[in-house]
């Protein structure tokens, strides 16, 4: 089952721009993950937030949780063209018995040089 | 290079013809996984393992099967049950919370 939903689906900027991408959930997490993944590539891991964390950085990134709303933004700042990748949020539930990640679908996002 | 390995990066397969993908790890990852990524969609979990010599089905394992008799290896075999085996797998593992991701084995049934 898929719990994350990003949105939007998809997204093109210019260089230099912010990029936004929101990601929302339906049951109780222990942590929420963005990962990146390159055109036929596999997935890179970004940043970790735990359910009891509000935002978090790194380097460009910034992430945010809300887990009233059971939402998670991703924030690049500056964008460059080599960000042009699809980002997907995946959560770990709270009850869950062991550590499986639940992914979205993703955004596309495309960064116009 | 700590990481994982996943082979062939690209696989035809004749309609009725079980197929392996073999992953290995060297991060002393006890866990591994398996996902299944469809065009323009997420990815959704096939098998995961804890554990050497134990596994669990994910959300999709119809079709599928694994074993991990070794702790750096989880070798995936697509069954000739698997109505629909064209699509990216990726494999991955994980120690304290991210998953490291192999760069994926494209399956074509032609």
């Known amino acids: 089952s898929q719990q994350g939903e990003e949105d939007p689906q998809a997204l093109s900027i210019q260089e230099g721009e912010n990029a936004t991408m929101n990601c929302s959930y339906k049951?109780?997490?222990?942590?929420l993950q963005w990962y990146r993944q390159n055109s036929g590539r596999g997935l890179v891991h970004l940043i970790l937030?735990?359910?009891?964390?509000r935002e978090k950085h790194s380097g460009r990134l910034r992430v945010t949780l809300d887990t009233s709303k059971k939402s998670s933004s991703l924030l690049i700042t500056a964008s460059r063209a080599a960000d042009t990748a699809s980002y997907f949020c995946a959560t770990v539930d709270s009850g869950a018995g062991s550590y499986q990640l639940t992914f979205g679908k993703g955004t596309k996002l495309s960064v116009i040089p | 290079d700590g990481g994982i390995t996943q082979s062939p990066k690209y696989l035809f397969r004749k309609e009725g013809q079980n197929v392996t993908l073999s992953c290995e790890q060297n991060l002393n990852h006890d866990a591994m996984y398996w996902y299944r990524q469809d065009p323009g969609q997420g990815l959704r979990l096939i098998y995961y393992?804890?554990?050497?010599?134990?596994?669990q089905k994910g959300d999709i394992a119809e079709g599928y099967s694994v074993s991990r008799e070794k702790k750096e290896s989880f070798p995936l075999t697509v069954t000739s049950a698997q109505k629909n085996p064209t699509a990216f797998y990726l494999c991955?593992?994980?120690?304290?919370?991210?998953?490291?991701f192999g760069e994926g084995s494209r399956l074509t049934v032609l």
């Open positions: 937030i735990r359910s009891n964390e």
């Open positions: 991955a593992s994980s120690g304290m919370g991210e998953l490291f």
């Open positions: 393992s804890q554990i050497v010599n134990d596994f």
């Open positions: 049951t109780s997490i222990n942590n």
